[in-house]
């Protein structure tokens, strides 16, 4: 799915570099774009194009709101249309979706947003997901982590979670607290998080960005399939994603230089694809999810079963499917494949859409 990426305020700028260093020549990353008051963190985005890091507002004296969600709002209001243009720079009519990364805690990302939605709303058909950071808890406390503290971090998230819904298409939430084990401070593990974070993102959106010379038994997921277990009405949404290494030979030669690649398929073994792909499944559902859930239930989930594509085997992700419409008690369970020659491994995406998180969000956001 051709998504455009736009990044707000630090987080959401520091992401879509990361997405853009490691995906810039795929072709789901349709554009990317950082918008922030901030001119340091802008700087240091060496992975987006220097006219696509766009500073707006000097009011700020050239840094961050710290956290002063009114202003972040007040700036959306005023420079909505100068923010659409940059967005709009050749881009907008090619991008099947658009994509803005926030960090729900903090004023700009989270204050901006909801107003260039609107917008976008009106001047796109597309799809306008959001990519919500959730707080570590951490940043509430002085003296856990000095330099991430943010005492207005889960109050700003309620806030912006309310002013999203019925604004947003979707909500994919990355909750930054499951990613970080006892003892560990957000400040130090950041990077290591974000490339969690992209590597997620890109599995759902990239995963339909096969050469067309793949073998064409599998069904290939596409923009619809996630369009349509996202759905439209603000749900949130959380992403599980598990891989397995299996044995493949195609990729190379005995020479290891892949030169004298066979042009016959390989023969896999049934009962191993089998198993290796009844393992990722479960392994996508019921491991680490960007958000976790109360009970893993949700109102759509999406299925993708990638690899190799001789070890895709129909019969597992057939029962996979059924497995996983029990496990997470979805009137709509959609699947597609991503078939892909040049890798070692198999690997599942889990897309639940329409769930309640497990954690303090779970009253669900203040009514505004
Ligand atoms: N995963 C991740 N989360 C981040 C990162 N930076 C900040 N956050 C989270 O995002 C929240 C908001 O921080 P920023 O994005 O820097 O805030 P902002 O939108 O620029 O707003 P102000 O700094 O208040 O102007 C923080 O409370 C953190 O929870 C990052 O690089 N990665």
Redesign the pocket.
Known sequence: MRIHATG????????VNTLAGEYGGRSFLNGAVAF???VN?LEQLSAIDPEQRYRFSDE?GGN?????LSR?QALGEEYVSELSRVIDRGTLSRAEGFLLV??????????VAPELIRNLNRLTEEPVYVLG????ST?ADTEIDPA?Y?PQ?AANTQETLAELTGLATAIIC?D?DNWLSGGQQ?SSE??R??NV?VEHIAAVFGAGDVDDTTATAQQVVDASDINRALGSDSSIATIGYATQTVKTQQAKSRFGLGIFKSKTPPEVDTSEAVRAIETVIRKAARGKQTLETTDGHADRTLLIVGGPPEWLNRQAIAQGRTWLTSETGSSALLSGDAPDESRDDVFAIVLRSGITPQNWLAEGPKQS
């Not at 707000?8 to 992401?15: E, H, L, Q, T």
């Not at 926030?102 to 204050?111: D, E, N, R, V, W």
């Not at 950071?133 to 570590?136: H, M, N, R």
């Open positions: 707000i305020g630090g987080a959401g700028c520091r992401v922030d008051t901030d963190t700020a961050g709101l710290s956290g002063d972040g926030i960090g729900l805690g903090g004023a700009t990302g989270g204050g950071i959730l707080p570590a940043e991430a943010r971090a990355f930054n957000f950041r990077d998080i974000n974070l």
